[in-house]
């Protein structure tokens, strides 16, 4: 599919297992994104990328771990779940800083994850 | 501590109307300043953006508009249309972190036929 795309869509987990959310886009995108959405926080960065194998932390990531093998993809891990990471994930993609798009995220559908 | 803010939760609007949507800013790094659409179970889509160097920026039904020295933005949508309601985030981006974007909590917009 064209775009991007995360999976699974929803997942329910329980407190101390470790959960693996994927991402992929197909524009070849530089730089990838996740956030989580929460009631009465909005977005709020979790991890970004700048290019494969360039990561770099955001505005809540204890907790998470990120990995970017591929250009395409961009995994978000949780460790070790705990019921705070309740949430939707977005993961989002942008082009480089020389195109004229360049400020304009594109976001996948979510995943809404649940911890027990 | 916000630096931006969407102090309204909630909107309602008649159809044909005009839809005003309203988010300020206290960040002066902020260069550029979008506008996203989200409908439930879907993620965000771009709507329109706006550089700081302008004051106003036009696409279709859409028009944003900027006031730095207020650090003010506002989003008109006219006609107002039901395929409209959904929830708006304002966004800034902060030209000291490259490519962060900066969130408002989101206005939900009802459009009543």
């Known amino acids: 599919d064209a775009g991007i795309t995360q999976s699974p869509r929803y997942k329910i987990t329980e407190t101390g297992r470790q959960v693996t959310l994927m991402c992929h886009q197909t524009?070849?995108?530089?730089?990838m994104f996740w956030y989580r959405q929460d009631l009465g926080h909005g977005l709020r960065l979790i991890y970004y990328s700048a290019a494969a194998d360039i990561t770099d932390k955001g505005e809540v990531p204890d907790g998470y771990v990120v990995s970017r093998s591929k250009t395409e993809n961009f995994p978000l891990t949780l460790e070790s779940a705990t019921r705070s990471q309740t949430s939707v994930y977005f993961c989002a993609s942008s082009e480089s800083i020389s195109s004229g798009r360049g400020n304009e995220q594109f976001f996948g559908p979510g995943t809404r994850l649940t911890v027990l | 501590d916000q630096q931006v803010k969407q102090n309204s939760p909630s909107l309602s609007v008649q159809e044909g109307r005009i839809s005003i949507l309203n988010c300020d800013y206290t960040?002066?790094?902020?260069?550029?300043f979008l506008w996203y659409k989200k409908y439930p179970a879907e993620g965000p889509t771009f709507l329109i953006s706006i550089s700081s160097i302008k004051d106003k920026n036009e696409d279709g039904r859409f028009t944003v508009f900027l006031n730095k020295s207020a650090k003010h933005l506002s989003l008109h949508i006219v006609p107002s249309q039901p395929g409209d309601s959904a929830v708006y985030f304002c966004?800034?981006?902060?030209?000291?972190?490259?490519?962060?974007?900066?969130w408002g909590l989101g206005t939900s917009l009802a459009v009543n036929p």
């Open positions: 966004a800034a981006r902060d030209a000291g972190n490259n490519r962060k974007l900066i």
């Open positions: 524009w070849s995108h530089s730089y």
């Open positions: 960040n002066s790094m902020f260069d550029y």
